[in-house]
């Protein structure tokens, strides 16, 4: 149906997937903290033989690999409050998959060393994954955003299908030919955003008239 041929070609369809993930870290100035949000998935890292008199196996054992992120920050303060230098270590793996690698053992015979050998077999796993890390320096003013580092991935493809001759002739190929093209854009970006707390102003706001309070209360006092 040439309708329904146009009608396809004409078909567009815009996909955007984004996924945020912003951990957030309260410390003391001066002092390093990290977060990790990760899973972590077992593996076959190694086998050791076992055997005895005639018979053998292998006993397995784990790893283990994660996937997710790692952020390691170290904060200091300027002494005007107005600037923030920051040490930030970022790890990102994902997408971890498995090779397994088949091993195989023997038991050497028993008795007087006539009896048949056993072989046994086991596997191991070889972990694969794509991971992103990150380590700098930097200074970000109070409440400012600072693009540490990131990546760009653009996969572009076009297919042409279309019936011999005809979809080369001038005009004719419209109806004789279907094109299809896929772009697909990946961006990792790592922002960073620093927010200097200063306890007395934040007690100010959301304790109004405590600090009179407090100081009324230790005048009575005495």
């Not at 200074?139 to 990546?151: C, E, H, N, R, Y």
Request: no cysteine.
């Amino acid at each position: 149906d040439v309708q329904v041929d146009l009608l396809v070609q004409a078909t567009q369809a815009d996909a955007r997937n984004v996924i945020l993930t912003a951990p957030r870290l309260t410390l003391f100035n001066g002092q390093r903290a990290w977060i990790a949000v990760a899973k972590a998935e077992t593996y076959i890292s190694n086998l050791v033989p076992v055997t005895g008199d005639n018979s053998g196996a292998f006993q397995p054992v784990p790893g283990v690999v994660y996937q997710g992120f790692v952020l390691d920050v170290e904060a200091v303060i300027s002494a005007d409050r107005r600037y923030v230098t920051m040490t930030v270590q970022f790890g990102l793996n994902e997408n971890v998959d498995f090779t397994t690698i088949p091993i195989t053992g023997a038991a050497g015979g028993g008795g007087d060393g006539f009896g048949r050998s056993q072989t046994f077999e086991g596997f191991i796993q070889l972990p694969e994954l794509e991971g992103t890390q990150i380590a700098t320096t930097v200074s970000v003013p109070d409440k400012g955003t600072a693009l540490l580092g990131g990546q760009r991935k653009v996969a572009e493809f076009e297919v042409e299908v279309g019936v011999p001759v005809l979809s080369k002739v001038p005009w004719l190929n419209r109806l004789f030919t279907n094109r299809a093209s896929e772009k697909t854009e990946l961006t990792t970006l790592l922002l960073v955003r620093p927010e200097i707390i200063i306890q007395q102003e934040n007690e100010a706001i959301l304790f109004p008239g405590l600090e009179d309070q407090i100081g009324t209360g230790s005048y009575l006092g005495y």
